[in-house]
């Protein structure tokens, strides 16, 4: 892509068409970083190690589909997940969804944040004995990731491209290790009854449920549509790496946090740098795209390096506040209100529109689609509170009932 063009309002061009390949790297990334490792280990300790890689599987399935389908939208159309969105919920009514969006990612983006001042905080009292208190860690950080994100994201995307390769092979490099240390075991028994199979399945899913719903915002890039679903070998296979990783180090250390855990190996600053690293570039993007997707809500937009600033501080001030611990939580709301999302633009693609977007012919309000969303997250929350379910899974209940209700809606009105 050029540095110059974000093509938020129109067609991708053929001369910033990208391959595949690039983009399964840039959605691999996406994996490779503290919120996804911790979600890993802590995935292990309340699930026990055998039933957090049943978990890992069934979620990586659910979100592969869904990505599959929404990756051919994105290239066919050549259009960002903004304006896809404008055709079914129409200019106004998109707004609302960018809006939840937006939020969203500021929520990832304070995560990130805090895990990374954890981590940089627990560093320095190994290796130097020094106690920083994790406010001002946190406060230093967000000024650096903020200003890099002004005026250094592409650079940043450049260092992505070989720090995330490195990292993985080192994590993998860490497994070998603690595979050939007979005498590091763990008593995690206690632990593994604490979340159902269920639960687990429902957090996996929300934690990269945004990325079906945003990845037209990739794939309109890509050549064609065999290279576009092979970019989701970065879904497929990175994400649930990245998980299985750290859920076999957790198991096998009986920590969550990854830092302890390399310290059990005496690999303390090798993995820093590259978490690090990984986790700067990945929460620099998560602001970037915080900052875009409010720019869209309203009609003449607003800076870029304002909305930045104002993102990094409703951010810092999140996990000032502790929003960690509360991740569980934050990924089973996710889980509520972003797959009827996905179901509706992807019904109104293939079945409506038929596979074909006239950009001067968008309404201000799609009713139809944003009545079958909220329905449908409505259904959703009466199945996360075993009020009344569908398929016992509340993130398929929405998907379902939003697909059903905007199609029906939809022929309703035609008649």
């Avoid at 055998?50 to 051919?72: E, G, P, Q």
Wanted: neutral net charge.
């Amino acid at each position: 892509m050029s540095d110059k063009v974000q093509y938020t309002n129109s067609k991708v061009q053929k001369e910033d068409f990208t391959a595949g390949w690039k983009v399964a790297l840039i959605l691999t990334s996406l994996g490779v970083s503290l919120p996804m490792l911790y979600l890993g280990s802590e995935m292990a300790l309340l699930m026990g190690f055998k039933n957090a890689v049943i978990a890992f599987i069934v979620s990586t399935i659910i979100l592969t589909a869904l990505c599959l389908v929404t990756t051919l939208i994105g290239t066919r159309s050549r259009l960002s997940t903004y304006m896809i969105l404008r055709f079914p919920f129409g200019k106004q009514g998109a707004k609302l969804i960018n809006l939840l969006m937006g939020i969203s990612l500021l929520g990832w983006f304070s995560v990130a944040l805090e895990l990374l001042s954890d981590a940089i905080s627990e560093t320095l009292k190994v290796m130097i004995g020094l106690d920083v208190s994790l406010s001002l860690i946190i406060l230093i950080g967000s000024v650096f990731i903020t200003l890099t994100t002004i005026y250094g994201i592409r650079t940043l995307e450049k260092l992505a491209n070989i720090a995330v390769p490195l990292l993985l092979i080192f994590l993998v490099y860490v497994i070998y290790i603690a595979w050939s240390m007979q005498d590091l075991t763990v008593a995690n028994q206690q632990a593994e009854q604490t979340m159902s199979l269920f639960e687990g399945i429902s957090a996996l899913v929300g934690s990269s449920i945004l990325v079906p719903v945003l990845m037209a915002d990739f794939s309109r890039y890509i050549y064609s549509d065999r290279q576009s679903v092979f970019s989701i070998v970065g879904v497929a296979i990175g994400t649930p790496l990245v998980w299985i990783i750290a859920a076999f180090l957790a198991d096998k250390t009986g920590e969550v946090d990854i830092i302890m855990i390399m310290n059990k190996f005496k690999l303390v600053l090798p993995a820093f740098i590259l978490i690090f690293v990984s986790t700067w570039v990945t929460n620099a993007t998560n602001l970037y795209s915080v900052s875009l997707t409010f720019s869209t809500l309203t009609d003449e937009g607003s800076g870029y390096t304002r909305l930045t600033i104002i993102s990094g501080v409703l951010g810092t001030a999140l996990a000032l506040a502790g929003f960690s611990n509360y991740f569980i939580e934050f990924l089973n709301v996710l889980a509520i209100f972003a797959p009827a999302i996905a179901a509706i633009y992807i019904i109104d693609f293939f079945l409506i529109k038929k596979q074909n977007y006239d950009l001067e012919n968008i309404q201000e309000w799609g009713i139809q689609a944003l009545i079958s969303w909220a329905v449908a997250s409505l259904f959703a929350c009466l199945a996360y509170f075993e009020i009344f379910t569908m398929t016992s899974a509340y993130y398929i209940d929405a998907f379902l009932v939003g697909s059903i209700l905007y199609l029906g809606l939809h022929f309703m009105k035609r008649i």
